[in-house]
């Protein structure tokens, strides 16, 4: 496809939807369970904290839509987070944003596949000591998907999705007509009764109120992913920030209207799960052995009519589904904010080739090798790994949300329009309202989550951060040196050429690069030699004189058998006697077809090469030779992972940039 | 080292002697206790075929030494049994011996490891359990010493050697006075009795034969090693093969008598050992726990007074270690061998380089590799491994033998003076000899172990041999395609040179190699760019009209952002339109210091170059622009592995053979 073509890959809002809002809308699956764990340690008798938690999260949840809508409307190039804290705070303050996204998307993936195997245990719970085997074999298939560079096709993700959207809202809906009936569901789990974790019961003042707010930091959980949209607005049609804006308003409503009900339905069903499910009574057996289903299963269990119920696989299947899909959408944006941050220096070069299969596939190798360690370590248990996750997300809200603040005061400025000036100042509004919420939730979640693992990612956003600038530092400081500052100078052409062409034998490649050098017509030309074996040096010298080119054949001895060093020091000779000529030094290559044929010849005149680089005023010509063997070898054209969010087309062959550049 | 100095590392005999003879005395460690196992499987009733099978492994001895001693004078060039065999019988009859000699090699670690283990294990019970772990750690001590080119030293092991011949023989004279003075020493085992292997007691006719040749064929692992001299003849001080004669003339008689006092003593002694120690009686307590000690252990301990005795741990350690080292001289052996197949164009041209650690460093490792997986596998039991092991050996002694045979029939036709005639004749008949006794035992080795495992190894040479081959066709096909035929031909210069000079942006490495390509004076010059971000393309242009160097900038559009294939084309384009020109291409590139530094910077110079490299009629220039970092890398001076058996001096430097040689 070419760059013209782009155009016709723009997403339409109804298949925009899915691919954006899979991420924040799966998260639904494992919220409302989150709050419930932690109010649980407590027994009982916390649980009617629950509506108000729930309605802590939707507050928050409308605050952060709101703020993000500015974001897509100031910010259309789909830069995210990242752009508006780099350009509004420094980039200091967008690394550090940049940095919590890269462990946030290692996150995503680890609690959505872990939560996805949690839904799927739950169905089928024979499968539950493969816990960890299966998020492991799951993660292997994304990274096989992503590496293969299967384009994510809207529709492959609109199914599932709706699905999902469709099936919890009838769960919901089919739950409370239920209770209005008067026949409400009831959860299998109603039953249990939950002694109150050690040192958790009758909990008051401070002691509450930290278990409360727990809760609630583990029910941010909801709002994972909610700025996704804002990164991808390149890849709406237009008017791309106004289909943005509203599919980003509609993805709000349908998670608030999502985790409202299965919070709601939690409640009437009487859920009752713990972290440990010894601290259930009345299970019966063996509590180690026993397994607790997911809420989202036991609603739907409970609403459907038991574990056998069509209705309860379905839901178990598209949540599972929706929950690898999730992860699926980390697969495509590590890579290509990592191509960004290369695109600033902040990573290696290589990582921005855009369309360049191998810049991603290491992002992806690396995403995928973080995350699978990270579900072996903590045996793919959601509620652990969701202690290291959220931190990164609000830490990107809050700089984003301040950044805003900063770049509306900006705009306020010089903004003399009147209208204009009203919808900046509401905006600033929301913005800053935005920026106190999130940044007193990500203080909250910073104390209650810290000691219980979150420290982990603050360390590792701690490390990527002072890795970054440290390579930025490298490239800038490159940058200066290569800099042009007079171009006479740099012009001044040296005084003569004095050529040297290496010669081990003679077969049809030296020949040719005898007479290559030749057609240069250089100030000076001879070739060069170096003794190993006496007797094939002197066979040499005859076959030498007989081939009569008047073209000296100088040997070199070489006391150590060895052929690089005594080659560099003549070559350094001749600049020393002659400083202000270069030497061209011609080495005869000739080229195979198969991999494996280069195993079977020496490759020593690479090595040489390379050292005689490191020599001033010395450059390296290669004359090759083409074996009959020597046949093109080609590269399949493929289109790089998440190239339709970032509405790119597919890239023609493996590209890279030009040489030389840094 | 310098070459002039190299006389000074030949070796004196007493050195010599060590060196060469650690692998073929330290067999007479286990050849006795070979013998025993297969006897015992019929009980105690078969154990007084002892002396008869022994006596047979001594005129086998006898004859092998005296064989090799005339290859030795006829080839003093230290190729061994495989230079013998492809003089005189052909290459391939060549390649089958070194085939099998590279799988004894393998062989020799093994064994001799899991032999040394076995001493250690039989005076430090305790370490029973960790068999394996030891074995394989000993073959990784190995490895790293020879992959870290330690020197091997005469006198590093002049000590152990002489320390394990010496102990043994004081052993052995010792067992024997109290024999004589009628206070016989008596082996722990003495008093337990053996139950026959089911279907192996009371045998007749041919099963019984068979036994006894079972018996002969593991006892003739005394042999393994006898050939070394004949590889090493160049290490010796002149006259070299007369040197080398004695030398293992004494290495002969040794091993005989170190050989006959054991097997003497063992039967004095009584030594009862089984290769299941379940079916000895009289043990008490449970038979899978018990382990026995080796032959050499139960004599120490019978003849010094008991396992605490300092004789005992003398015996044991200098046995253990004199083992280890005929290990370590597979580890100089095999490289040195692979090196001389490489330079024969059998093996890849890149282990030839004498001197070079990389080449050596490969052999090292496979053969670390493959003996681990074998000691692995066969959990380090000496019995079993021997099976595969002494095939290789005699199917190299037969062919060498009969080579001689060829030899000498060559010579005689020739030979005119009367003296010399006689002594090639009875050179001829010892040969002869030679080439029927091992031919018949070889006959025997096969039909006796090939069910028992000898049948891996034969796989093994048999893939080897038709590896060798397959490489050896290769570079001959290489050869003929650049032997030169017409060298006018190939010398007629292309008219003119088209240059091109590929720019990406406009920084010091670009302007040099402009400035270089224009002291080159070509024909035509042109600056070639590819523009994949339009405004950084235009920018560009700009900046390269302001240099107003009056060099044209062609730009080439790369719709699908990949530079290599528009520039491949482009160049190819070139070439059409002129066939008879050539074209020079420039890149810019700029060397970094450190390893890690070419991570940051963009390595598709690398590639285009690559791809260039398959176009013919074209040349590619690097252009070096050495960055402030670049530092010469240094490579320590270093011993190649096993350079004192092979008579050759230190190398300096990592060294190779010169460009574009095959």
Redesign the interface.
């Known amino acids: 496809m070419?760059?013209?073509e782009l155009g016709e890959t723009l997403l339409p809002k109804r298949l925009a939807l899915p691919i954006f809002a899979s991420d924040p809308l799966s998260s639904v699956a494992y919220a409302t369970q989150e709050i419930l764990l932690v109010l649980t340690l407590g027994g009982l008798a916390y649980l009617h904290f629950t509506p108000w938690i729930a309605a802590a999260v939707v507050a928050l949840m409308t605050v952060v839509v709101l703020s993000y809508r500015q974001v897509v409307h100031a910010y259309p190039s789909g830069g995210g987070s990242y752009e508006v804290v780099s350009t509004n705070l420094g980039p200091s303050a967008g690394l550090v944003v940049a940095a919590s996204l890269l462990v946030d998307y290692v996150m995503t993936v680890a609690v959505s596949v872990a939560s996805g195997v949690d839904n799927i245990i739950s169905a089928l719970p024979s499968l539950a000591e493969h816990r960890v085997l299966l998020a492991i074999g799951f993660v292997a298939i994304l990274t096989a998907m992503n590496l293969r560079g299967v384009r994510e096709s809207g529709r492959a993700f609109a199914a599932p999705t709706y699905l999902f959207i469709g099936g919890v809202l009838i769960m919901v809906g089919t739950g409370l007509i239920r209770y209005l009936l008067g026949d409400a569901p009831v959860a299998e789990s109603a039953a249990y009764g939950i002694m109150p974790e050690h040192g958790d019961q009758n909990l008051t003042g401070l002691a509450l109120l930290m278990l409360v707010l727990r809760a609630f930091s583990s029910g941010c959980t909801a709002l994972t992913g909610v700025e996704a949209i804002s990164n991808g607005v390149p890849a709406f049609r237009k008017p791309k920030s106004k289909n943005a804006a509203s599919t980003m308003a509609s993805m709000g409503i349908i998670a608030v209207v999502m985790f409202v009900g299965v919070t709601t339905l939690a409640i009437i069903a009487k859920v009752h799960i713990t972290e440990d499910s010894c601290r259930l009574t009345g299970i019966g057996g063996d509590c180690n052995g026993f397994t607790q289903k997911t809420v989202i299963a036991q609603l739907a269990s409970s609403v459907f009519g038991g574990d056998n119920s069509i209705g309860f696989y379905f839901i178990q299947a598209a949540t599972a589904l929706v929950l690898i899909l999730a992860a699926n959408t980390a697969f495509n944006g590590f890579p290509l904010l990592s191509s960004i941050l290369a695109q600033h220096r902040y990573l290696?070069?290589?990582l921005h080739?855009?369309?360049?299969r191998l810049a991603f596939s290491n992002g992806i190798l690396a995403l995928a090798i973080v995350a699978g360690a990270l579900l072996w370590t903590y045996k793919a248990d959601v509620t652990s790994l969701i202690h290291l996750y959220i931190l990164g997300v609000f830490t990107s809200f809050t700089l984003s949300q301040l950044g805003m603040v900063r770049h509306w005061n900006h705009a306020l400025r010089t903004e003399p329009d009147p209208a204009t000036r009203r919808r900046h100042q509401t905006a600033r509004v929301i913005n800053t309202l935005g920026a106190c919420v999130t940044g007193l939730v990500l203080v909250i979640v910073l104390i209650t989550k810290f000691t219980q693992g979150a420290w982990l990612a603050v360390l590792a956003a701690i490390v990527l951060w002072v890795m970054m600038r440290g390579?930025r530092r490298?490239?800038d400081h490159?940058?200066a040196?290569?800099?042009?500052d007079d171009?006479r100078a740099?012009?001044?052409?040296?005084s003569?050429?004095l050529a040297v062409v290496?010669?081990?034998?003679?077969?049809?490649?030296?020949?040719?690069a005898?007479?290559?050098a030749?057609?240069?017509?250089?100030h000076h030309l001879e070739a060069l030699?170096?003794s190993?074996d006496k007797s094939e040096t002197e066979d040499l010298q005859h076959r030498w004189q007989d081939?009569d080119?008047n073209v000296p054949l100088k040997v070199l001895a070489?006391?150590?058998?060895?052929?690089?060093?005594p080659v560099v020091e003549y070559v350094k000779g001749m600049r020393r006697e002659s400083p202000r000529d270069?030497v061209?030094v011609?080495?005869?290559?000739?080229?195979v077809g198969h991999w494996w044929?280069n195993?079977?010849?020496?490759?020593?005149?690479l090595?040489?090469?390379s050292r005689l680089?490191?020599?001033?005023g010395?450059?390296?010509?290669?004359?090759?030779?083409?074996?009959?063997s020597?046949a093109?070898a080609d590269h399949p054209a493929a289109r790089a992972p998440g190239s339709v969010r970032r509405g790119e087309p597919a890239?023609?062959?493996?590209?890279?940039?030009?040489?030389?550049?840094?």
Do not use: C
Request: hydrophobic residues 40%.
């Open positions: 070419r760059s013209e290696p070069r290589q080739n855009r369309g360049d390579i490298h490239y490159t940058a040196e290569l800099a042009v171009p740099e012009l001044v052409p040296p003569r050429v290496l010669v081990s034998t003679i077969h049809k490649p030296t020949l040719r005898l007479s290559y030749r057609a240069f017509r250089p030699t170096v190993v081939l080119v070489s006391p150590y058998r060895e052929i690089t060093k270069i061209a011609f080495i005869p290559e000739y080229v044929e195993l079977l010849h020496n490759q020593s005149a090595w040489l090469k680089l490191f020599t001033p010395v450059m390296v010509t290669s004359v090759p030779w083409q074996l009959t020597a093109h890239a023609g062959r493996g590209s890279d940039t030009p040489a030389g550049r840094i």
